[in-house]
Each structure stands twice: as C-alpha cells, then as structure tokens.
C-alpha cells in the first residue's frame, strides 16, 4: 500500500512537497514515480525515481521546477514543486514498482507501475 500525502492549496510561484512511502516492510520499490490527473483528462507522467543507477526522470512540463529524490530506507519517495503554475493543478498519483532495474525510457510508463496510491490533490491559485 502506497500513501501519499503533502497536498494543498498553494499560489501561483510557491512550493509544495509532495511525499509517498510504502507501508508493506516486506516490499522493498525498486522505482517510484508521480504521476497526475486533471478531471476529464487521461492520467500523465511527471517524475520517477529508480535507485539503481538513481535514475531520474521528468516530463517536459515540470523539468527545471520539479525535483524527485527517493530513500530506500524509508521506502519512499519525494516531489519537492517549485515554481507552481496553475496548470500544475490536479490529483497526483504515486506509483511503485518492484523487480529488476528498468531501462529509463520505461519509467515515464503507467504499465511499469503494478502498485498505486490514493491521490493527493495540489491546487494553484491565487
């Protein structure tokens, strides 16, 4: 099980952190991710994190603004949002795998990620 927490309400220009951590002791993620969803719209990749090799991956929409961190210790995983914009509002999804290492480009995938948290919604506006 996978819970997310961290969101809000927020201006246009502030910060959220977003956090996600598994709460199974016995399940050890070999990758994270965030994801997000507007109403009416498909679900969307935003950051992954996978500790072998620490690749990181971002979308184009929040690179430069965005930065995802991981602690296998805690088995969690991290979204600190920089700069928000209202179009960063929306519910964001965390995700988790396990297994063997992925290659990157597979990370931005929602089929690479068997396991889901419940959403937390971010909201920016003035």
């Known amino acids: 099980q996978l819970q997310a927490s961290g969101g809000g309400l927020v201006m246009p220009g502030g910060s959220l952190r977003l956090s996600c951590a598994a709460s199974?002791?016995?399940?050890?993620?070999?990758?994270m991710g965030w994801f997000r969803q507007v109403p009416g719209k498909e679900r969307e990749f935003v950051a992954a994190?996978?500790?072998?090799?620490?690749?990181?991956r971002y979308s184009e929409a929040v690179k430069g603004r965005f930065t995802i961190s991981g602690s296998s210790a805690e088995r969690a995983v991290y979204l600190q949002m920089n700069s928000l914009r209202p179009e960063d509002t929306a519910v964001y999804y965390c995700?988790?795998?396990?297994?063997?290492?992925?290659?990157?480009?597979?990370?931005?995938?929602?089929?690479?990620?068997?396991?889901w948290g419940q959403g937390t919604l971010v909201t920016v506006s003035s």
């Open positions: 994190f996978q500790w072998s090799g620490r690749n990181i």
């Open positions: 995700a988790a795998r396990g297994g063997s290492r992925m290659i990157t480009s597979l990370l931005s995938a929602q089929t690479s990620y068997p396991y």
């Open positions: 199974e002791r016995t399940f050890s993620p070999s990758a």
